[in-house]
């Protein structure tokens, strides 16, 4: 009893002195392997949603099953499963009582029905080359789905594969501070997958228009869409191989136009592969995420109370050679009402991408003469300038104005060439690299909190001007 007491007292006391910047971590799944297709649920016991949080942080561990890694390349999508207080019934069994005369009993397994909500989707890399203790990091920002992360919830692992497999390890990083808006409600509009023969059947089964009421107090509104491309029976090489666009209409009227596609393949982390991994295709490459896409939708939510949404995919037909598998889609549409921003001026650090000592950077480190990092505009205004300062710990730091027109939730790579290369040549072994931001605009950061971001590093190696190749 002595050390309950002493535990609890010791848990009220970290709750009590919390502070902005402070992470809670919450595990669901750990080292769960994916054998079959299938899902592969865990629960999470989430904060109470009494505390706020700034950034909330999924860190999808993908390794190789207890057996090893498969070959193949599937797709896997971690889900949020909320009940919607809808009951509904499946029969359990069926057994014969009687013959003569003919009497069944039959046994009902009554259920609460729910709703997945995707965070993330990720497609395995071609594995079997790889090391049974194999393991690969994917980071994804859902602060967007707090509504749903509080207390105890059922977190999905869907694995789409024939074969054994994967494991998944999900992990929630919750860090308080002062969200840059509140959530006031989040909608799914498509989920699932789907062949995909001709556009008429596509669109009038599955991309239907949905009619969705808004909420009274929304004042801004996003759109995310998360599409990938699977399959290539047909001379286009659609839906994998072959690049097409998805269109985006609010109240019918065409508002984005996006192209669901990776050019970047042959840059994946995780290599070399077997298999086809170096080929681009439709949004997603073997070992790594399946891109979303951001659309924001404020200027159509004013004065209404109810908007149509659609998403079309840019139209192919093709007839299923005999014995094949149609192509399809795995297709996410979500709409998110918030309030208005909190900030007007809020420049956040997003990312250290080089140098870096990260998982899905490691394709571009070490490095010497740039660094690469990501800011975003967490502010109501657009954001036009801001100051970078960066440099490795100990050193002198460096400075860079940045100018742009960043509207407001979106982000921007910013590749910086360092003045002096040289400068950095007397560094070796592990370093810790900082970065920060300020001055959004020419002003005072409203939220200073995100502005720091620091990385632990190495140095890269430091070669003769003159070498002899033998």
Same mark, same amino acid.
């Given at each position: 009893?002595?050390?309950?007491?002493?535990?609890?007292?010791?848990?009220?006391?970290?709750? !009590?002195?919390?502070?902005?910047?402070?992470?809670?971590?919450?595990? #669901?799944?750990?080292?769960?392997?994916?054998?079959? /297709?299938?899902?592969?649920?865990?629960?999470?016991?989430?904060?109470?949603?009494?505390? !706020?949080?700034?950034?909330?942080?999924?860190? *999808?561990?993908?390794?190789? #099953?207890?057996?090893?890694?498969? $070959?193949?390349?599937?797709?896997?999508?971690?889900?949020?499963?909320?009940?919607?207080?809808?009951?509904?019934?499946?029969?359990?069994?069926?057994?014969?009582?009687? @013959?003569?005369?003919?009497? +069944?009993?039959? %046994?009902?397994?009554?259920?609460?029905?729910?709703?997945?909500?995707?965070?993330?989707?990720?497609?395995?890399?071609?594995?079997?080359?790889?090391?049974?203790?194999?393991?690969? $990091?994917?980071?994804?920002?859902?602060?967007?789905?707090?509504?749903?992360?509080?207390?105890?919830?059922?977190?999905?692992?869907?694995?789409?594969?024939?074969?054994?497999?994967?494991?998944?390890?999900?992990?929630?990083?919750?860090?308080?501070?002062?969200?840059?808006?509140?959530?006031?409600?989040?909608?799914?509009?498509?989920?699932?997958?789907?062949?995909?023969?001709?556009?008429?059947?596509?669109? =009038?089964?599955?991309? %239907?228009?949905?009619?969705?009421?808004?909420?009274?107090?929304?004042?801004? #509104?996003?759109?995310?869409?998360?599409? !990938?491309?699977?399959?290539?029976?047909?001379?286009?090489?659609?839906?994998?191989?072959?690049?097409?666009?998805?269109?985006?209409?609010?109240?019918?009227?065409?508002?984005?136009?996006?192209?669901?596609?990776?050019?970047?393949?042959?840059?994946?982390?995780?290599?070399?592969?077997?298999?086809?991994?170096?080929?681009?295709?439709?949004?997603?490459?073997?070992?790594?995420?399946?891109?979303?896409?951001?659309?924001?939708?404020?200027?159509?939510?004013?004065?209404?109370? =109810?908007?149509?949404?659609?998403?079309?995919?840019?139209? /192919? &037909?093709?007839?299923?050679?005999?014995?094949?598998?149609?192509?399809? *889609?795995?297709?996410?549409?979500?709409?998110?009402?918030?309030?208005?921003?909190?900030?007007?001026?809020?420049?956040? @650090?997003?990312?250290?991408?080089?140098?870096?000592?990260? $998982?899905?950077?490691?394709?571009?480190?070490?490095?010497?003469?740039?660094?690469? @990092?990501?800011?975003?505009?967490?502010?109501?205004?657009?954001?036009?300038?801001?100051?970078?300062?960066?440099?490795?710990?100990?050193?002198?730091? @460096?400075?860079?104005?940045?100018?742009?027109?960043?509207?407001?939730?979106?982000?921007?790579?910013?590749?910086?060439? +360092?003045?002096?290369? #040289?400068?950095?040549?007397?560094?070796?072994?592990?370093?810790?690299?900082? &970065? =920060?931001?300020?001055?959004?605009?020419?002003?005072?950061?409203?939220?200073?909190?995100?502005?720091?971001?620091?990385?632990?590093?190495? &140095?890269?190696?430091?070669?003769?001007?003159?070498?002899?190749?033998?």
């Amino acid at each position: 009893m002595k050390y309950l007491y002493t535990l609890s007292f010791l848990l009220f006391a970290l709750h !009590s002195f919390s502070a902005p910047g402070d992470t809670t971590l919450v595990s #669901a799944h750990q080292k769960a392997d994916m054998t079959w /297709y299938g899902s592969y649920d865990a629960w999470g016991d989430f904060p109470d949603g009494n505390t !706020s949080y700034s950034k909330i942080l999924l860190r *999808y561990t993908m390794g190789c #099953a207890t057996g090893g890694c498969s $070959d193949w390349d599937y797709t896997t999508q971690i889900q949020l499963m909320i009940p919607t207080g809808v009951m509904d019934s499946n029969v359990a069994s069926v057994d014969t009582v009687s @013959l003569t005369p003919l009497v +069944i009993d039959t %046994t009902w397994n009554v259920f609460e029905v729910e709703e997945a909500y995707e965070l993330a989707r990720v497609i395995t890399p071609y594995g079997g080359s790889l090391p049974n203790n194999w393991e690969h $990091d994917f980071m994804f920002d859902v602060t967007d789905y707090y509504p749903l992360l509080k207390d105890s919830v059922k977190v999905r692992a869907f694995y789409s594969g024939w074969s054994s497999g994967f494991s998944v390890s999900t992990d929630f990083l919750f860090v308080e501070g002062i969200r840059p808006r509140t959530v006031l409600d989040i909608k799914n509009i498509h989920s699932g997958y789907k062949d995909y023969i001709s556009s008429t059947a596509f669109e =009038s089964t599955f991309l %239907t228009s949905k009619t969705v009421t808004l909420s009274p107090s929304a004042k801004t #509104a996003m759109v995310r869409v998360i599409p !990938s491309g699977h399959g290539f029976v047909n001379s286009l090489n659609c839906a994998e191989f072959c690049e097409k666009d998805y269109y985006l209409k609010i109240n019918n009227q065409q508002v984005a136009t996006q192209a669901m596609w990776r050019n970047d393949c042959g840059l994946n982390p995780i290599w070399p592969q077997a298999g086809t991994w170096l080929f681009d295709r439709a949004n997603w490459c073997p070992g790594d995420k399946a891109l979303h896409y951001d659309h924001d939708i404020t200027s159509y939510i004013s004065g209404t109370s =109810s908007i149509d949404i659609d998403v079309d995919v840019e139209a /192919y &037909a093709y007839t299923v050679p005999p014995g094949e598998v149609p192509a399809g *889609y795995y297709f996410t549409t979500q709409l998110f009402q918030y309030g208005d921003y909190t900030f007007a001026n809020d420049v956040e @650090l997003t990312k250290i991408l080089a140098p870096s000592h990260e $998982d899905e950077f490691s394709r571009m480190n070490p490095i010497c003469g740039k660094v690469i @990092l990501e800011i975003r505009n967490n502010g109501s205004q657009n954001l036009t300038s801001c100051t970078i300062d960066y440099g490795m710990e100990g050193g002198n730091p @460096l400075t860079y104005n940045w100018t742009g027109n960043l509207a407001p939730s979106t982000a921007e790579v910013v590749s910086i060439d +360092i003045p002096n290369p #040289a400068d950095w040549e007397s560094y070796t072994g592990s370093l810790n690299f900082i &970065a =920060s931001v300020s001055n959004p605009n020419g002003q005072p950061d409203e939220y200073s909190l995100n502005n720091k971001k620091e990385v632990t590093v190495t &140095a890269p190696p430091i070669y003769p001007a003159q070498m002899i190749l033998q």
